[in-house]
Antibody, heavy 121, light 108 residues
């Protein structure tokens, strides 16, 4: 079955760079149509879509955050990595990775449990 | 960028009642690529509806989605106690794949 799990630091300092890893199983990101997204949710607030990478290594980013985000994949390790530079306390949130339900344009059918990242000095 | 506006922000209903949640898009959503998710406290979102009207696997048939273009609706025909949660819409027709701000469905 499809599973995803986010990992990374629970606490980062302002101005630091955050690196999060999504480790998945049950599918290959080299399969045509497969896509993995990152989404975040500040405490008590709404979901915010951040970035997507597809099987063909095409990448898409949030308009407001694209200068700070980089998404990449390591197909051999079944991992997707998100980096976010210049972290600020407003970036405190639970960060989720998720896979599309089916190939191409598709809803997010499979989600990790999320990892809480706190930005504080 | 497509902005999704959900209404109402909070909906107070009783079990057994019908719930109607709306999601409006600032421009037409390509090919009705719109999804609805349910989120309960402390948990990841769960996909309910995709492609505007298709139920995800295991979702009860009291949940239904409709709409096209810029206006979409999630209907819960008869509320069960476990349906009280926050609901989000998301469009995935054009990047960035934005979410709405959510509707909280609470027990009256």
């Amino acid at each position: 079955q499809v599973t995803l799990r986010e990992s990374g630091p629970a606490l980062v300092k302002p101005t630091q760079t955050l690196t999060l890893t999504c480790t998945f199983s049950g599918f290959s990101l080299s399969t045509s149509g497969m896509c993995v997204s990152w989404i975040r949710q500040p405490p008590g607030k709404a979901l915010e879509w951040l970035a997507l990478i597809d099987w063909d290594d095409d990448k898409y980013y949030s308009t407001s955050l694209k200068t700070r985000l980089t998404i990449s994949k390591d197909t051999s390790k079944n991992q997707v990595v998100l980096t976010m530079t210049n972290m600020d306390p407003v970036d405190t949130a639970t960060y989720y990775c998720a896979r599309t339900l089916y190939g191409g344009n598709s809803a997010l059918g499979y989600w990790g449990q999320g990892t809480l990242v706190t930005v504080s000095s | 960028e497509i902005v999704l506006t959900q209404s109402p922000a909070t909906l107070s209903l009783s079990p057994g009642e019908r719930a109607t949640l709306s999601c409006g898009a600032s421009q037409s959503v390509s090919s009705s690529y719109l999804a609805w998710y349910q989120q309960k406290p402390g948990l990841a979102p769960r996909l309910l509806i995709y492609d505007a009207s298709s139920r995800a696997t295991g979702i009860p048939d009291r949940f239904s989605g409709s709409g096209s273009g810029t206006d979409f609706t999630l209907t819960i025909s008869r509320l069960e106690p476990e349906d009280f949660a926050v609901y989000y819409c998301q469009q995935y027709g054009s990047s960035p794949y934005t979410f709405g701000q959510g509707t909280k469905l609470e027990i009256k």
